[in-house]
């Protein structure tokens, strides 16, 4: 029988897949799921054939340019791949993969947790209950905003775009996007298309981003933009921490200029600005956008259907290129 390809895995995985890692691959498992070191990642990929990483997992030029040359394939369970110079895994003869499509539904969902969540004041709401503060209800009291009737700017209106204005619809609301691409009339389904993100931002009652993270997107919401937005929008970010000015929007936040935040994702994550914990209009979760049992079996199915193909010689299912 073929000996069988080395997999360093960085983190634990859902069971499912790591007994079929046991099965098909030389595992190297993270017993303590501790995050590797830059040091320990490169010690451990000593004569590994494939690396398996996750998001936390900071792939940069000179990580990969240390790489042993056992490497062949690093299969990254996330469909954001921001962590990973594929540029650098390219030059050394490196495939990188990713995990699009089965997280879509569960990044919507946890959008419109978000977007719930901010706008009717959850925070305040939950911290009422938990201190014992609820002693004398209020008709005035933690009044949030509603989604019927607004409109929604979608900022990247890929699958997960997609997804999320399909369930916004459900609640009433008004879609507007800015993408790269105008979508097809039947797909847009009444979305209204601006081509320029500043006229986007001037009808965005509520804003969701869902751009990934490139050079061109960084810090997408600043100050200036920020100033754009209609007086108490509403701001969610599920997509990735760096395309958010934290400063510019901890201060719109104090201001009530921006009126909530619902945000799953830090710039630096998970080290995450300390202002946000202190603002009560702020709704806050820990990078969830993909965290149910279902969808990160999926996504690790994707990650070992892709170290299957490369290993049998198989064209690769979602390569990512630089
Ligand atoms: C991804 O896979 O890029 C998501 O951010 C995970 O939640």
């Not at 369970?77 to 594929?86: A, K």
């Not at 298309?193 to 490139?214: E, G, K």
């Not at 994707?302 to 630089?322: E, G, K, M, Y």
Request: net charge neutral.
């Amino acid at each position: 029988m073929a000996q069988k390809p080395t997999l360093l895995v960085t983190r634990r995985l859902p069971d499912a897949i790591e007994s079929r890692i046991r099965r098909d691959y030389e595992a190297r498992f993270n017993a303590s799921d501790r995050l590797y070191s830059r040091e320990e990642l490169l010690s451990l990929a000593k004569g590994a054939d494939a690396l398996l990483v996750t998001l936390q997992d900071q792939l940069d030029e000179s990580l990969i340019s240390g790489l042993p040359r056992s490497v062949q394939i690093i299969a990254t369970l996330s469909v954001g791949f921001d962590h990973i110079d594929v540029r650098a895994a390219e030059a050394r003869g490196i495939a990188v993969t990713n995990a699009p499509g089965v997280l879509t539904d569960a990044t919507a969902d946890i959008t419109m947790l978000l977007l719930l969540g901010a706008s009717r004041r959850a925070t305040e709401g939950q911290a009422l209950l938990r201190q014992g503060m609820w002693s004398d209800p209020r008709p005035t009291e933690l009044l949030g905003w509603q989604l019927t009737g607004k409109p929604l700017g979608i900022y990247g209106m890929g699958r997960i775009g997609k997804a999320v204005a399909e369930r916004a619809r459900a609640f009433g609301m008004r879609i507007h996007y800015c993408s790269l691409h105008r979508l097809e009339q039947d797909a847009e389904n009444g979305a209204v298309f601006h081509a320029d993100a500043r006229d986007l931002l001037a009808v965005s009652a509520f804003l969701t981003l869902h751009a990934p993270a490139t050079s061109q997107t960084k810090h997408f919401l600043n100050a200036q933009s920020i100033a754009l937005l209609p007086e108490g929008a509403i701001i969610v970010n599920a997509a990735r921490g760096s395309l958010v000015d934290d400063e510019a929007l901890i201060e719109a936040l104090r201001k009530g200029r921006v009126a909530a935040a619902g945000l799953d994702v830090y710039e630096g994550e998970p080290h995450i600005h300390p202002a946000y914990r202190t603002l009560p209009n702020t709704f806050l979760l820990p990078h969830l956008g993909s965290a149910t049992v279902e969808t990160r079996t999926r996504m690790g199915m994707i990650a070992l259907d892709n170290l299957d193909a490369h290993f049998a010689h198989r064209p690769l299912l979602t390569r990512v290129l630089a």
